[in-house]
């Protein structure tokens, strides 16, 4: 599978980046960043670093410095003032690339017809990429995206803080008649990093404790955020569904994008009665076998040893 991994590193995102790096399912094209957890110029750093720290030559692509229309948000409280707070990881070797993100996602669609986007973090770039580039579109394969909940929100009390991030973006892409798969928070809440997914981490040894540091300051945020014990590992939902689909349970709806409401600002829309008559646009995931999740994803990156 060719993808490109949009991201917005971030804790989860770097998980995302590992996970689809330790795949030799996968064939990452590249990474691209955008403003998100952290301001575009630590959310690239830290995709060039987490690359570099296992020695992954795969070049990183800076994309938009700030949302379609609404001011900028970013997350401190959950992922530090760097974006990837909680470990000493060594400095990135390599540069990150001059194209900007979105060319380089039509440069790849023109020269490929079977890529998958992979955004994990707000929908700016992929947007931005539909309204500069829209005869390449019919080009992707589909969008696996992170993003978005039914029962709740984590940023608002609707709205989760991807989309919220960027809801103009987010309500073009879920338009854009591309297939698209998303993971709500309502199956990465079924995910959950705890003590013993973070001393499993630590027995793996080499660059692995530094991992562990990520995962429990990841961890240690979201106790004093929202008062949980453990840490959903959102993003990687999206790369493990392309490598394993029958982990989780998908049941497709039409999903769209609140982007006037005072209180429902950001919200995703989730047409789960069908009482809006619309055609389902999404492949939406709704439950997770976190067992399984956990056993592939540990022997995913135990594969990052011998790099």
């Known amino acids: 599978m060719r993808i490109i991994l949009d991201c917005d590193p971030g804790h989860d995102d770097a998980f995302a980046i590992l996970l689809a790096t330790a795949s030799k399912e996968i064939e990452l094209l590249g990474v691209t960043t955008v403003v998100g957890n952290s ?8 995709a060039r670093t987490v690359l570099d720290l296992f020695d992954m030559d795969i070049p990183v692509f800076a994309g938009c410095e700030k949302p379609l229309i609404r001011d ?20 990135a070797k390599r540069p990150i690339e001059k194209a900007h993100a979105v060319d380089f996602m039509a440069q790849m669609l023109t020269k490929y017809s079977d890529i998958i986007l992979v955004p994990t973090g707000p929908l700016t770039n992929v947007a931005l990429f539909m309204l500069r580039y829209p005869h390449l579109v019919k080009h992707i394969n589909s969008i696996v995206l992170m993003g978005g909940g039914i029962a709740f929100g984590n940023v608002t009390p609707v709205a989760e803080f991807n989309i919220f991030a960027d809801p103009e973006a987010a309500k073009i892409v879920l338009n854009s008649n591309v297939p698209i798969v998303m993971a709500p928070l309502d199956v990465t809440h079924q995910v959950v990093v705890t003590e013993k997914e973070i001393s499993k ?13 990520l995962l429990a300051f990841f961890k240690s945020t979201y106790k004093k955020v929202f ?7 959102h993003d990687p939902c999206t790369v493990m569904y392309l490598l394993h689909p029958e982990i989780f349970e998908v049941k497709e709806y039409h ?25 389902p646009n999404a492949k939406v995931m709704l439950k997770a076998d976190s067992e399984r999740f956990f056993d592939v994803f ?4 135990s594969q990052l040893k011998g790099v």
């Open 39 to 46: 301001y575009l110029e630590n959310t690239t750093k830290n």
């Open 72 to 91: 900028i948000i970013v997350a401190p409280d959950i992922h530090g003032k760097s974006g990837l707070e909680g470990a000493q990881l060594p400095s």
């Open 201 to 213: 981490m630590r027995r793996l040894g080499f660059k692995f404790d530094l991992l562990a540091d």
């Open 227 to 233: 008062n949980i014990d453990g840490v959903p590992l």
């Open 255 to 279: 999903v769209d994008v609140e982007t006037r409401g005072e209180l429902t600002y950001g919200q995703t829309v989730v047409d789960v009665w069908r009482t809006s008559g619309k055609v």
């Open 298 to 301: 540990f022997e995913k990156l």
